[in-house]
């Protein structure tokens, strides 16, 4: 079969460049820190990963710089230099997230790979508790924990509801295996299986298509996408409440305009899911995948979406608390007519899902 190659970008190892090749089935935690201008958080950060428990432990910290022009990788070496952690920092100059975690997880060198973003505490047992875990759960392809929000950050009332979409809270309502139920892993404080990203790699997972650009913004949803590409190689996406982190959100996010355009994003981002999940689906069943009907089939499907949830008396229900609380009935109604926003990414985005297709069916 024919294979698609990206040409991935080039990087430049600054610190301690190491041999990956004789160290990447080795048993023991990398953690990814993907950055961009994050020099206000960087040291907080890596001061809660020197105190991690890791007796017996292998460890390794990747600082992946994502185009920052600030002091970010100067105050990460300046920590690093002074400690007994064995560490990396490489430069992914594409800006976006996706671009950079790719560069990390295919630089890690250990068979655990922790995605610990710039404001991301990690409590000190977690590398233990996942340890053990793993052990006794080998199939596990993802693994996410329970996220808390740093101690003295304000937040308004509408939070306590929507905390999850800052990643915040409980995943789901015990632990365990919740492959079928929920379908993804929150990217922050996520530990990915190195093998399986090895069998993503082998079955055509080249780039986040997440990651692209539809139309003229980013896109987002990388966790949600690996969690695709993991169960579909055939592996266990699983929470676990006792690995716990923290969550140092920067006041700034934490505003009702950022919280619309999440639930935008969400919307926005669960196209490109269900038109993966649906292509996948037909590759590992050998069945013929019908680019133009799928395209269709899902217009009309979220076009009586939106007439129904127009004429519904929850709609005019959360649109009369919008407008007397002006908060939190209006999320709930673009949660119920999100098909309007899947139908402007089918409409005015068919070229990047043509692009995702050719890609896959290439592979």
Not at 164 to 186: E, H, L, M, N, V
Not at 187 to 200: E, L, P
Not at 221 to 241: K, N, P, R, S, T
Request: net charge positive.
């Amino acid at each position: 079969m024919k294979h698609l190659h990206l040409q991935h970008t080039r990087y430049k190892p600054l610190i301690k460049a190491i041999d990956r090749k004789r160290y990447n089935k080795m048993k023991g935690f990398s953690i990814v820190i993907c950055c961009y201008n994050s020099q206000n958080k960087i040291i907080e950060t890596l001061e809660h990963i020197a105190l991690l428990e890791a007796e017996n432990i292998l460890l390794e910290v990747l600082v992946i710089d994502n185009g920052s022009n600030d002091l970010t990788k100067i105050k990460a070496d300046e920590f690093l230099k002074n400690t007994v952690i064995n560490y990396t920092i490489l430069e992914e100059p594409k800006i976006g997230k996706a671009n950079a975690l790719m560069l990390g997880c295919d630089s890690a060198r250990y068979d655990k790979m922790i995605v610990c973003d710039d404001d991301v505490l990690l409590n000190s047992d977690y590398l233990v508790v996942a340890d053990k875990i793993y052990s006794d759960h080998p199939g596990i392809g993802i693994l996410g924990g329970r996220g808390k929000l740093k101690t003295g950050i304000q937040t308004p009332d509408w939070f306590d509801i929507y905390g999850p979409a800052f990643a915040i809270g409980r995943q789901w309502g015990c632990s365990g295996d919740i492959t079928s139920q929920k379908g993804y892993i929150w990217g922050a404080g996520s530990i990915i299986n190195k093998k399986a990203w090895a069998d993503i790699k082998n079955n055509g997972f080249t780039i986040f298509y997440t990651g692209l650009k539809a139309g003229n913004r980013a896109m987002a949803g990388e966790d949600a996408e690996l969690g695709v590409w993991v169960v579909d190689a055939g592996y266990q996406l699983y929470y676990l409440e006792e690995l716990v982190y923290i969550h140092n959100i920067s006041i700034d996010r934490i505003n009702w305009s950022y919280l619309l355009q999440l639930q935008i994003g969400f919307s926005r981002s669960q196209v490109y899911l269900n038109f993966l999940k649906a292509i996948l689906d037909c590759r590992r069943n050998k069945r013929d995948f019908n680019f133009n009907k799928y395209i269709s089939d899902n217009i009309k499907l979220n076009f009586q979406s939106i007439t129904y949830g127009f004429f519904s008396v929850n709609y005019f229900k959360s649109w009369w608390i919008s407008y007397m609380m002006h908060r939190v009935g209006y999320v709930k109604t673009i949660q119920q007519n999100d098909g309007y926003y899947k139908i402007k990414e089918y409409l005015l985005n068919r070229k990047t899902l043509k692009f995702i297709y050719n890609s896959i069916k290439l592979s």
